[in-house]
């Protein structure tokens, strides 16, 4: 497949164009050395193809195990009860059944251990998805991941994504909307009155408006899965970049990945009880999505 056009397209995007797959399975595959670009293999996923780019997909290479890009994390908070930390994109939370070793679990546990120098125990409280950047708290301890797991459970943690939409959203709204699975096992949570579903309030925010795209801020009300995502979608402004419930085919422009960034993140310190607060700017990523959405609406009202 030849890249043509004059919008920049990344290597794992169009990878996954080619092979209908999800983002994050294109991306793997150009991390192991399956994607040629020129009939060379390359390995960085964020390439930015030129409009005469050849690129092939090779599954019957030989697989090569990619180096971590990052393998330190961002540790925004540690102490002997808890760590805080700031996820990169595209990093699982915790191993799955293909067996990943570089996980945010490994790499927070080889980080705590630098740092305190011994081994400890990392346990996990709540989960973002693996395209989604930003703030996650874990334990170390039994009696933190109660108190934390009683603090997510009841609602009292204070939550903030931003995330980068479809279409021009005006005003704040409050979507109040049951989530569910439209059947057991499915992927895609929906909106729906169903018996199972579960109680989900967002409160939805523009920062800034590009006219085709907007940059919001989502205060979650509760914690149920996909929940951001889903209730953006039921809005008719589903996040840039999300495959799974949006169609990043009519996204305005290109994006890395699934445009969502964990902000904000505040809870009682299982401690202590005291209140404690964390914020994470909108990572270099999405920041430059930003810079080029500002730049076509600039250039489209000098048009006019």
Request: with cysteine.
């Amino acid at each position: 497949m030849i890249h043509s056009g004059s919008s920049p397209v990344r290597l794992a995007r169009s990878l996954q164009q080619i092979l209908g797959s999800s983002y994050s399975h294109a991306k793997r595959e150009v991390e192991v050395g399956h994607a040629m670009v020129n009939s060379e293999i390359v390995t960085d996923p964020g390439l930015v193809l030129g409009p005469s780019d050849r690129i092939t997909h090779d599954p019957a290479l030989p697989r090569r195990v990619p180096e971590a890009m990052l393998r330190n994390i961002e540790i925004v908070f540690l102490d002997d009860h808890i760590v805080v930390v700031n996820k990169p994109p595209g990093l699982l939370v915790h191993p799955t059944l293909d067996r990943e070793k570089d996980t945010l679990i490994s790499r927070v546990t080889d980080e705590v251990k630098r740092r305190v120098g011994h081994h400890s125990k990392i346990l996990v409280v709540h989960r973002i998805d693996r395209d989604t950047s930003g703030l996650l708290v874990m334990a170390r301890t039994g009696a933190a991941v109660t108190s934390l797991q009683r603090q997510f459970r009841v609602h009292t943690i204070s939550r903030c994504y931003l995330a980068l939409v479809q279409g021009d959203l005006q005003e704040e709204c409050a979507i109040d909307r049951a989530i569910g699975r439209p059947r057991p096992g499915a992927r895609r949570a929906v909106v729906t009155h169903s018996r199972d579903a579960q109680n989900a309030q967002t409160r939805v925010r523009p920062i800034e408006r590009y006219g085709v795209a907007t940059l919001i801020e989502a205060t979650l009300g509760t914690g149920r899965t996909h929940q951001v995502r889903v209730h953006l979608t039921w809005l008719g402004h589903p996040v840039l970049g999300d495959s799974l419930y949006g169609d990043p085919k009519h996204d305005p422009t290109p994006v890395p990945r699934l445009a969502l960034h964990a902000a904000h993140l505040g809870f009682n310190h299982p401690a202590n009880q005291n209140p404690v607060q964390f914020d994470a700017p909108l990572p270099p990523d999405l920041q430059g999505i930003t810079t080029v959405l500002r730049h076509k609406k600039n250039t489209g009202k000098r048009r006019l």
